[in-house]
């Protein structure tokens, strides 16, 4: 698109307010892609983009893949822009673009690397092509504003560019189904010891052929619809992975992951199969940029999860640990707590499980919690469940319903009133917490810490 008066009045504007939003100490702000886009609606079409551009996309993990091919290219001298600190929906896209472009808006870089929010595709897709897309997966998310997880699929199908190529989980038959028409590589796991032939959770939704709607039959679960299909009336079956991750070491956190038959060996940064998958994403999408095997092992070898995802501190003996589980997304949450289910030791467990803004204005619409495994949670290891936040009482009546015994559980408004709740039986402390919440579950760990701290004083 040709640049116009209205465009240069937009992005001068936009300056003007990301200065003054500078000088008042607001930084990681979408505000000034904001007005630029209510100035002029084209915004992102008409503004000059760099040469090469990566996107990441899907319903979980996006955030934490971003993260680490972010880190990955900058431990490698690699200049790109990205928007890691604003938004990932069309806003934040063009406050990136605004602030890393010289004065008539030419870009300072040559490559931008940007999450992109998958419902927010037909405000992004029509005015940027992105050469490569990483799909993560696809499940369903917010009912009030994904509805359900085909919805997702359809807009990503109907709005990501043909000319872009696609690295997408082999695994997921939703997400491997994007734009068939596309050039496209796929990412999977070789097979587990804890792969199961049965999907043990509330939710799967892909129970039938994508293709002819028949019986799908699973020949490996790793959860919810994750795994490997095939369908016995029309031969559809999940595709051959390109970038196959085998030999996974959970003792000494490493994992092979094999291309065109050569097996190259990386780190393991979590053993969980979803933080698995997102390493695996990042390395494909990484090798499909073009940077060598090498180069991004030795750039993992120095990397670590956001602690905006997953943290842990030890004092005496006891480890508190803070751990991601979206409000309002079923899929999430259930993976948040077959992970607590699975790890070693009692464990105590505080849910904060309230979405920011529905805390705040608060809704009746509970459904999420039905498609939520709170039975992960009744389990002889898990020593207490405490609860807290505006909607206490239904996450109350949903773990009680999931079979946890009513003396496990305490449940509470006041957020900062769960330090004194907590058991000292437990070996480990989480704490769940919203992606908005996560300053809350500093602070509430922060408390946790210093009461464990003065009691070994006392």
């Known amino acids: 698109m040709k640049r116009n008066l209205r465009f240069y009045f937009a992005l001068m504007f ?16 979408s505000m000034p892609g904001s007005w630029a886009i209510i100035l002029c609606p084209d915004f992102i079409g008409r503004m000059p983009k760099p040469k090469k551009i990566i996107g990441i996309t899907g319903t979980n993990g996006k955030t934490t893949v971003s993260n680490m091919i972010e880190d990955v290219l900058e431990d490698n001298g690699i200049e790109f822009m990205c928007n890691r600190s604003g938004t990932n929906v069309a806003t934040g896209v063009a406050s990136t673009l605004i602030a890393n472009s010289h004065f008539f808006g030419k870009p300072k870089c040559d490559l931008a690397v940007f999450e992109l929010d998958e419902r927010s595709a037909p405000n992004i897709y029509p005015y940027m092509q992105p050469d490569i897309v990483l799909c993560t997966n696809i499940f369903r998310d917010s ?19 043909k000319g872009t190529k696609l690295v997408l989980n082999g695994d997921d038959p939703l997400c491997s189904s994007i734009k ?3 050039d496209r590589v796929y990412f ?16 799967n939704d892909v129970p039938a052929c994508p293709k002819c709607h028949g019986p799908l039959v699973h020949d490996i679960v790793r959860y919810h619809h994750i795994g490997r299909v095939h369908c016995e009336a029309c031969g559809y079956r999940s595709p ?37 998958y997102n390493a ?28 905006t995802r997953y943290s842990e501190k ?23 707590f077959e992970n607590i289910r699975n790890a070693p030791g009692k464990k105590s467990v505080v849910m904060f499980l ?3 803004f529905d805390a705040r204005h608060t809704v009746e619409n509970t459904a999420w919690f039905y498609d939520t495994d709170f039975e992960f949670l009744n389990d002889p290891s898990i020593v207490q469940v405490v609860i807290a936040g505006a909607r206490h009482h239904d996450t109350y009546v949903r773990t009680l319903l999931a079979g946890v015994p009513a003396e496990k559980i305490v449940h509470m408004r006041d957020e900062s009133d769960t330090p004194a709740a907590v058991s000292k039986e437990a070996d480990t402390v989480f704490i769940l917490y919203d992606v908005y919440t996560i300053r809350l579950a500093n602070d509430i760990r922060d408390k946790m810490i210093e009461r464990e701290k003065e009691g070994e004083t006392k």
């Open 143 to 161: 009912y009030k504003r994904n509805a359900h997880a085909e919805f997702i699929l359809d807009i990503l199908n109907k709005e990501i560019p």
């Open 240 to 276: 051959d992975i390109d970038y196959l991750a085998t030999d996974i070491d959970t003792k000494d956190m490493r994992m092979n992951v094999a291309v065109g038959g050569k097996k190259s060996e990386y780190p393991l940064l979590n053993s969980t199969n979803i933080n698995i």
């Open 188 to 203: 999977g796991i070789d097979h587990l010891d804890t792969d199961k032939k049965e999907c043990d959770n509330i939710v």
């Open 180 to 182: 068939p028409e596309n």
């Open 280 to 307: 695996l994403a990042a390395i494909a999408t990484l090798r499909e940029f073009g940077l060598s095997e090498e180069k991004i092992r030795n750039s993992m070898e120095k990397m670590g999860i956001s602690e």
């Open 354 to 356: 309230d979405d920011y």
């Open 314 to 336: 030890e004092v005496n003996g006891r480890k508190y640990i803070l751990h991601l589980a979206k409000g309002q997304n079923p899929i999430a949450c259930s993976r948040a």
């Open 14 to 29: 936009a300056r003007g307010t990301a200065l003054v939003l500078k000088l008042i100490g607001r930084k990681g702000t």
